[in-house]
């Protein structure tokens, strides 16, 4: 099929950028979205122009690398990452947008391509549970409720894409930050952190420029794992649990 | 060759912003620097003013039965907490909480509404219409409330606006007032955004407090649509009743 | 002893001088006691350099920050946590005997050495099966959501064929959990300052000063800056080499530059040939496909794998009649079956498939079909079990498993060769280590399912940080000098090549090489190999590499994020690394693992080891680009497990 795309082209962090439209010819249905894009930029090379940059590692919908927000959608149409969005979701004929995601804790790097080492400074100010090499007791010492290990999974699930801020008319990480807080909190190896680990990544949450939580629900509509909405109720509850300790 | 330079980095990690320092102790203190807190903040205030709100609403309602049920309502409200409290202290320490409530809610939302607005600085091209319109006009609403409670404290409080606005005869002024068609309209808007308001703000003050027992989110939906249709209900009846003559 | 191919020169054998010797069960416990220590309070003073995040790199770099070095670490990605260890399904083996079961740590050494076909070290093999209990120990402390039954305990299952429980695992996520663990615990280092993160960096050389390695020049990916960083030694958790295939398993971003570059300043580089094709992946849809993805082998306990008998049938599968269908495992090896080992069940497919009997797009694909199943034991069943691999295939291939057998084909997924390290996991060149599967220490010819967690996590938690703290001792800290020949020697190799590669106002892009260099691997170095083909691309690799320096295509500038740049810059690594692969595949002149010679084959056409001629580990020294390596031979010697020869039919 043939398709036109508008995309956001910036050459740098500080430069204007722009949509651009390009044309690709003969995509076939059965390829990823980024097996498309491949195809757009392996033209572009050969043309002499410099090929849209994106991130993207493991295509395989874990790492977390790739995203861009398409036709105003955070991954796309499909309830999945953008790697393994594929091409059969789109008619011939059709025009595309592809934006990068929008935040102000995100800042564009190069096209699509968006700096989120928010995130990692979020995970830094508390998603851990202080755990040296070699001080560990034994595995069965401490047995852990098989619904406590479940929901910690569901947690834990989190591939740090960051779809839930580039969905989030407010830009909000509340998402990606009760996610981690709801894995560490509900297991008794992470109790002795519980309310110093909240406080420190919701405070280094803010200090990023993340927006409030208006409760829209558009994160947990976007998000490729399916962290549930009520994630986000749940750190409320153990923020204000926390402060009230403190 | 100018694309080699030879030097000991101290880190291409973007080093970020920190967090500020906050003292240990301090409840309030951590609820108001904080998002969620502030979101707290809000949440309380709101259902403070979500109380209040009901039980104006079913007071109105004596509207049907009579001036002299009205009436005697407003001033058995001044004499409410007597003789412990004296004549008229109710309500003034009622107006108290409600200014603070007022405010307190005023101000949480609008610095996390900067804050929202800054955290997504460039829009996207592709425009989606995105979450249900009660979520999406909390902002607008919340305005159009605002402007609404000075206006009603002017027609009905101080009488100022009111073309009768004669103290301890509510009765009167109610029904003076609804002559104005302009009045109708203020009212039934502001009504109309108090329903929308409730319809989102209930359930989402639920969620910052941390109401996450499994079922709780249908439950606390229909409450709060339940909730929102009641009281714009309520307080439509009174200038509908005035328009169709029902009290005079 | 004859040598097949005479492009090599065999110089001095190579022994460990690090391997301890006594009971094998007290050598870790020894060597360790031998091991000389820093002073907690010296440790401040010594840097350490680790390139990568993955298992491997990202608990070593949280240990040896929590030790108290001050480390540097480095990632090509946004994040450390996007390794590409994130991307393991099924789990993670530890002798922990939780089913009494008769596991024991003896057992897992047994089944490790034999199922790296007797090409491993059994020092080396029962270290990581001692360390194997206390890495899942060290995990449920970090908080790592593993599967758990209904008391509260641990779940495990059984993984590749072993006769025991011991594979742990979280739903089919392990390696995503496992990371996330690391990287929580390294997060938490670099909020500390202990660790100098620099992701989106990437390692082009290494420093090498007296010897000893020193330092790394690495490029800020995001300005183009390059620049050298210096440090008491230098440690490599980068990850294996399969990428050379072009398609392949691995995330398209993994590369073997750091590898590479130190095998250039002097690190040998053992058994290169030794790499794992995975029998069940998702085949490739056309020539646009990118990557491929693997399906978890569980698949084989309940699916019939099946080709039409016929050449070019190209009927769809419900068409094709049961006695048309050639169930070629269940025909060959009636005892096993379907669930024979990787290697074998993925030549088979090759085998038919070379015969024209493949299927789907190109022919390349054998249908793995749950008909069978879904009647025995119910859809519900089938989806309970499978439900997930079932809904992504269906989304990668929009195809219903359900109703239309599975299309699978092997792919390139692990590399068990690397770069040689003795039993402290350092390389030839001292103060350069190798983590993971860098390196080549524990998995022989052959890696079995589930151990490749275990081997990271055990090298980057428990035996680094034991066996650096000997050399650091032994080496008193020196500062660097930023003006050392070596240092210039070393930025000038990295930015001279950036600027031919920026320069060449070629007509080809990276991609275009790449998949070229994968499909003539793939054929003549991949699922099985002969002494023609691999002379043939033995031929045609360096033919290839002359034309990328003469075609090559790079737009853009070098001082800003140019991902054409990252990638032919791998590629031109790949194009050297891949005549390695090759001419060490023709050296060996066995079968053995996942190397496949077809001159080498038992009386019914088995893979045949010589053990009298090749026990031993192959390590190369670099002598130049396209120049005469030098082959160095580790003797592999088995005093625990004598080695046998398998059989399957």
């Known amino acids: 099929m043939n398709l036109t795309l508008r995309i956001w082209r910036q050459p740098d962090a500080s430069a204007d950028g722009e949509m651009r439209t390009y044309e690709v010819a003969d995509i076939s249905p059965d390829m990823s979205f980024l097996e498309m894009l491949d195809t757009l930029n392996e033209t572009l090379i050969e043309r002499g122009e410099e090929p849209v940059a994106f991130d993207h590692d493991c295509r395989e919908g874990i790492c977390g690398a790739c995203g861009m927000v398409i036709n105003g959608q955070a991954h796309g149409p499909e309830r999945t990452t953008t790697c393994q969005l594929h091409m059969r979701h789109f008619a011939d004929g059709d025009t595309i947008d592809i934006e990068p995601w929008r935040a102000a804790a995100f800042p564009v790097v190069r096209d699509l391509v968006v700096d989120r080492s928010a995130f990692d400074r979020v995970i830094g100010a508390g998603g851990y549970i202080t755990a040296p090499t070699g001080a560990a007791p034994e595995a069965h010492a401490t047995p852990v409720p098989k619904p406590a290990a479940d929901a910690a999974f569901t947690h834990a699930e989190c591939i740090g894409c960051g779809a839930c801020v580039a969905a989030c008319p407010n830009g909000s990480a509340m998402l990606f930050t009760s996610a981690k807080v709801n894995h560490l909190n509900v297991l008794p190896q992470g109790a002795p952190e519980r309310e110093s680990r909240v406080l420190g990544m919701v405070d280094q949450m803010d200090a990023e420029g993340f927006g409030g939580c208006t409760l829209t629900g558009e994160c947990a509509t976007a998000c490729p794992k399916g962290i549930p909405m009520p994630s986000i109720a749940a750190m409320n509850r153990e923020y204000l649990r926390a402060a009230a300790k403190r | ?248 | 002893m004859s040598t097949p191919y005479q492009s090599y020169r065999t110089g001095d054998p190579l022994a460990d001088t690090k391997a301890p010797e006594g009971p094998i069960a007290e050598r870790w416990k020894r060597r360790r006691f031998e091991a000389k220590l820093v002073n907690p309070a010296n440790r401040r003073k010594h840097t350490v350099i680790v390139v990568g995040t993955g298992l491997a790199g990202g608990s070593a770099g949280a240990t040896l920050a929590e030790a108290g070095y001050h480390v540097v670490q480095f990632c090509y990605q946004d994040s450390p946590r996007r390794a590409h260890s994130v991307a393991a399904q099924g789990g993670i083996n530890a002798a922990k005997n939780y089913r009494n079961d008769g596991d024991s740590v003896h057992r897992l050494f047994y089944d490790t050495v034999k199922g790296g076909d007797f090409r491993s070290r059994e020092s080396n093999v029962h270290r990581l099966a001692e360390i194997s209990t206390e890495i899942i120990d060290q995990c449920v402390a970090q908080g790592v959501p593993f599967a758990r039954e209904y008391g509260g305990l641990l779940d495990t299952r059984s993984f590749g064929g072993v006769q025991v429980s011991r594979t742990f695992y979280a739903r089919g996520q392990t390696g995503q959990q496992l990371l996330l663990g690391a990287y929580q615990a390294l997060s938490r280092q670099i909020a500390a300052g202990n660790v100098e993160m620099h992701p989106r960096t990437e390692m082009l050389d290494l420093i090498v000063i007296d010897g000893r390695a020193r330092g790394i020049v690495a490029r800020d990916l995001l300005t183009g800056r390059i620049d050298t960083y210096f440090a008491d030694a230098v440690v490599l958790a980068t990850g294996g080499y399969g990428n050379v295939f072009y398609l392949s398993t691995n995330a398209k971003n993994s590369n073997a530059t750091a590898v590479w570059r130190a095998h250039r300043r002097g690190a040998y580089f053992a058994n290169p040939c030794f790499t794992q094709i995975h029998p069940t992946c998702i085949p490739r849809s056309g020539d646009h496909q990118s990557k491929l993805t693997l399906m978890s082998e569980s698949l084989r306990n309940d699916g019939r794998i099946w080709v039409p008998k016929a050449a070019g049938d190209d009927r769809a599968p419900q068409d094709i009649p049961e006695d048309e269908r050639d169930y070629y495992l269940e025909r060959i090896y009636p005892s096993f079956g379907n669930l024979v080992p990787r290697d074998i069940a993925s030549r088979a497919a090759k085998n038919v498939c070379d015969e024209g009997r493949g299927v789907g797009p190109g022919g390349q694909g054998v249908y793995l079909d749950f008909a069978d199943a879904i009647a025995r034991m119910g859809r519900a069943a089938v989806e309970e079990k499978y439900g997930n691999l079932f809904e992504m295939y269906a989304r990668i291939t929009a195809e219903d498993p359900y109703t239309r057998p599975m299309r699978i084909y092997p792919a390139i997924h692990y590399t068990m060769g690397g770069l040689w390290v003795d039993y402290d996991l350092m390389t030839t060149v001292p103060g350069l280590f190798a983590i993971g599967e860098a390196n080549f220490s524990d998995h022989g010819a052959n890696r079995l399912g589930a151990s490749a967690l275990m081997q990271g996590l055990a090298d980057g938690y428990f035996v680094l940080p034991a066996t650096l703290g000997d050399y650091l001792a032994r080496h008193p800290h020196e500062d660097v000098d930023p003006d050392h020949p070596a240092v210039h020697d070393a930025v000038f190799a990295v930015t001279d090549r950036l600027y031919a590669l920026l320069s060449n106002n070629g007509d080809r892009t990276p991609d275009s090489f790449h998949r070229e260099l994968g499909e003539l691997m793939w054929d003549e170095c991949g699922m099985s190999r002969t002494e023609e083909g691999l002379r043939k691309a033995l031929e045609r690799i360096p033919e290839l590499r002359a034309e990328f320096w003469q075609r090559i295509r790079v737009p853009g500038s070098g001082e800003a994020l140019n991902q054409s740049l990252e990638k032919a810059n791998r590629v031109a690594d790949h194009l050297e690394l891949a005549e390695l692969m090759c001419l060490d595949a023709l050296h060996r002149s066995e079968s053995c693992g996942g190397h496949f010679r077809e001159e080498s084959r038992t009386a019914d056409g088995e893979a045949a080891r010589k053990d009298e001629e090749f026990c031993y580990a192959a390590a190369w020294e670099f002598t130049g680009v396209g120049e005469a390596p030098v082959l160095h031979k580790e003797a592999l010697h088995f005093e625990y497990v004598h080695p046998t020869q398998r059989s399957y039919t």
Not at chain 2, 18 to 43: D, N, Q
């Open chain 2, 1 to 248: 060759m100018t694309m080699a330079t030879v030097t000991r980095t101290p880190g291409s990690q973007r080093p970020g912003p920190r967090p500020p320092v906050r003292p240990r102790g301090g409840f309030l203190r951590t609820l108001w620097g904080s998002t969620i807190g502030k979101k707290t903040v809000m949440a309380v205030s709101g259902l403070l003013m979500l109380a209040y709100l009901l039980v104006h609403m079913f007071a109105n309602l004596k509207v049907f039965f009579g001036p002299e049920e009205m009436n005697g309502y407003a001033h058995w409200l001044r004499t409410l907490g007597e003789p412990l409290l004296r004549h008229g202290w109710f309500l003034w320490i009622a107006r108290a909480v409600l200014l603070a409530a007022v405010v307190l809610h005023g101000v949480s939302a609008y610095q996390l509404s900067r804050r929202d607005i800054a955290a997504r600085p460039v829009t996207y091209r592709h425009q989606r219409r995105q979450a249900s319109y009660a979520t999406r006009t909390m902002r607008w609403g919340g305005i159009i409330l605002a402007l609404f409670i000075v206006w009603h404290i002017l027609d009905l409080t101080t009488g100022t606006v009111n073309p009768r606005g004669q103290e301890g005869h509510p009765y009167e002024n109610i029904v003076a007032g609804f002559q104005n068609w302009y009045a109708n309209v203020i009212y039934i808007v502001a009504m109309l955004a108090v329903g929308l308001h409730i319809r989102h703000g209930f359930w989402s003050a639920a969620q910052t407090l941390g109401v996450t027992r499994p079922g709780a989110a249908r439950v606390l939906k229909a409450g709060a649509n339940v909730l929102a249709l009641a009281i714009t209900a309520g307080f439509l009846s009174v200038p509908i009743g005035v328009m169709t003559g029902v009290v005079k």
